[in-house]
């Protein structure tokens, strides 16, 4: 195998480098990936040396890893430069689910299948899409949901809970689709919860602060609060705390650190943890799958486990 | 006599040796470090770097101009985010929506007078107030980013028309089309600059500008072109790239500006005007061009390219210090 040589490893690793390029198999994989921005968030950062580390345990795996930057311009070149290299298969981390449309349709052109991960690019380019993988929000809202609803029931307050709901940014996918799967799946396992009002907090800490204390102004009984990633709900948990107002069971998505660490003090109940490690072998699988021949979903999700106080320590701390 | 027009060759041709060294380096280090069997000097992938350098090349191009005025224009980064926008989003107004494809070249249009428009704009203030072109374009790149807000806040403003991209993607004889607007533009920059008055005058402001006022040179007319003329050709290389893609982010842009006035510098112009080439400016492109995607080849990641671009620029300015202070000596003697 072969992964992508780091500048740091200095001209020196040439000779090894060479030993290596010698050593390839001639049934491997090429598998090329154009990151969103890598170092912006440890979430992207672990998901990288996730790749590197699945892929180079993979015999018959060569990657290419690159990174955009952030910069739809370079993500396009770099999308080129994949294609005039020649590679199996492509993964990209869109920086922009519009703007990449046409790369990925020079790609798909030149019989090479791209395999979109984490975010989803616009419905226009499906056509040109091998696979999406990465999570399904709809599920990961209708398990925050269940979350929330046993924790009423083992309190035995899930006939008169009356709750709120901070959503993540307008018009964005991730938090429409955790949305629409909360408030579907709330009435189907706790018909007698009342979901009183929703507000977006733009997935900002101080958004959602602002907007619990107006809730908590609002209303004097309030039981959960559901937010669409936990960065929000322990902007709302800190306003519940300076309230002074306790007893609120807090359930969030895409385990934070502030949200584990909430967790383990029993300020906050639970959540739902997306691995970055999980999201980037599962790229490499479907890579892996499509190549292989073998039948791929076009949704291809990894799977995003529910995680409680009870059964938090079961999972590492998240790293972002 | 004889010896400094000899070493004016020397420099102007320093850049293309250092592109030299820079093929022979990643064509070997390629062959080693590189994860893929194709070569790095392989002519689609040359093609490739070509393509890729005409975004920032044909802004350098303008920016050539602007520095031998002794000028500067930190804006164009912001210009040709917005001229994207005009011209995406101008495809939807209803004016030009019910024309379909035939919208194209109207949206082309709006986006080119606005890039002029906005070149204009810096040309005025800086000929009628006399504050430096520094300050008047770094207000300018900052008012010009807030337009680029205003108009869709921090969504991305998409429009996707397949017969555009077809278009920016075609390749008539062989050659995709951003190269030949590229050469197209070098052409006839490469001609004002060198068989016309203007640009004659051009070299004569930013080496003198008292003796060029006292020669009758209009000079304040003079630079409101070279201003319009910049955001022209931003208003092309939007175009040109963002046909392709379809849709722009409002950071897109960002630090294109440093970008192409690192290509500029490091192609012999000089930041307080009076010298300068337009091919060496396509060389200082072609350069840095190489070395971002020659170093990602052999799998550097992007803060290492920032880094090693930077140390290169420094050296090279030095160096050209270093040959100056030399010849100035031997003058003396």
């Known amino acids: 195998m072969k992964i992508s040589f780091r500048a740091s490893m200095a001209v020196t690793t040439a000779i090894a480098g060479a030993a290596i390029a010698g050593a390839a198999a001639a049934d491997t994989y090429k598998i090329g990936i154009t990151q969103n921005n890598v170092g912006v968030d440890s979430y992207q950062t672990t998901y990288e040396k996730a790749f590197i580390a699945a892929a180079g345990e993979n015999d018959n795996v060569e990657a290419v890893v690159l990174d955009a930057g952030g910069d739809v311009a370079r993500q396009i070149a770099q999308m080129e430069d994949l294609i005039q290299q020649e590679v199996d298969a492509i993964i990209i981390w869109p920086t922009n689910g519009k703007a990449v449309i046409p790369a990925v349709r020079k790609a798909y052109q030149a019989d090479i299948p791209v395999i979109v991960t984490n975010s989803n690019i616009d419905e226009q380019g499906f056509d040109f899409v091998a696979s999406f993988s990465g999570p399904d929000n709809i599920t990961q809202g209708s398990r925050s949901a269940e979350i929330m609803c046993d924790k009423f029931k083992e309190m035995g307050i899930e006939d008169e809970a009356q709750i709120v709901q901070i959503s993540g940014q307008p018009g964005y996918t991730t938090a429409i689709e955790r949305a629409k799967g909360f408030e579907d799946r709330l009435p189907e396992v706790c018909p007698d919860v009342n979901l009183v009002e929703t507000q977006p907090g733009d997935w900002n800490r101080e958004k959602s602060q602002k907007v619990m204390e107006a809730f908590l102004v609002k209303y004097d009984d309030i039981d959960g609060v559901y937010a669409g990633d936990d960065n929000m709900g322990v902007g709302a948990l800190n306003a519940a705390k300076a309230a002074g107002r306790d007893g609120i069971i807090f359930v969030g998505a895409t385990n934070f650190a502030v949200g584990y660490e909430a967790m383990g003090r029993g300020e906050y109940w639970g959540s739902i943890y997306q691995s970055p490690v999980d999201d980037a072998e599962a790229a490499l699988k479907t890579a892996l799958d499509i190549l292989n021949g073998e039948d791929v979903p076009f949704l291809n999700y990894f799977d995003t486990p529910k995680i409680t106080q009870d059964n938090m320590d079961e999972f590492s701390k998240p790293v972002f | ?333």
């Not at chain 2, 000899?6 to 070997?28: D, P, R």
């Not at chain 2, 994860?35 to 392989?42: D, G, I, K, P």
């Not at chain 2, 089309?177 to 920059?189: E, R, S, T």
């Not at chain 2, 790239?241 to 510098?265: C, K, R």
């Open chain 2, 1 to 333: 006599m004889q010896k400094s027009v000899l070493k004016n060759h020397a420099k102007e041709g320093a850049i293309w040796g250092f592109i030299v060294l820079e093929l022979i380096f990643f064509g070997i280090a390629g062959e080693y470090m590189s994860m893929t069997e194709t070569a790095f000097l392989a002519p689609d992938n040359m093609i490739l770097l070509l393509k890729q350098s005409a975004p920032l090349g044909i802004i350098a191009l303008g920016m050539t101009i602007v520095m031998i005025n002794g000028n500067i224009d930190l804006s164009v980064g912001a210009t040709f985010a917005l001229c994207a926008i005009v011209m995406l989003d101008s495809m939807t107004w209803p004016i030009l929506a019910p024309l379909g494809d035939w919208a194209i070249p109207f949206a082309w249009g709006l986006a080119l007078l606005t890039g002029m428009l906005m070149g204009l704009i810096n040309g005025l203030i800086v000929w009628k107030t006399g504050v430096d072109a520094f300050i008047v374009t770094l207000g300018a790149m900052l008012g010009f980013r807030g337009l680029v807000f205003m108009y869709n806040g921090e969504q991305p403003t998409f429009h996707l028309n397949w017969t555009m991209v077809d278009i920016a993607e075609s390749a008539p004889l062989g050659i995709p089309l951003p190269i030949l607007v590229f050469a197209v533009c070098i052409a006839v920059v490469w001609w004002i600059m060198n068989r016309t008055v203007h640009g004659r005058n051009a070299y004569a402001i930013g080496d003198n500008r008292e003796a060029a006022v006292n020669a009758g040179i209009k000079v304040g007319p003079h630079m409101v072109w070279n201003y319009v003329l910049i955001g022209f050709l931003a208003a092309l290389s939007s175009i040109t790239f963002y046909s392709e893609s379809g849709s722009v982010n409002p950071n897109d842009g960002m630090l294109y500006e440093l970008w192409i006035i690192t290509a500029v510098v490091l192609g012999g112009t000089k930041l307080t005007g009076g010298r300068g080439s337009i091919i060496a400016t396509v060389g200082g492109i072609l350069a840095i061009q190489l070395m971002r995607k020659g170093l990602g080849f052999i799998g550097a990641d992007t803060a290492m390219v920032n880094l090693v671009i930077g140390s290169i620029l420094i050296a090279v300015l030095y160096l050209d210090r270093q040959l100056n202070r030399k010849g100035e000596e031997e003058l003396k003697i």
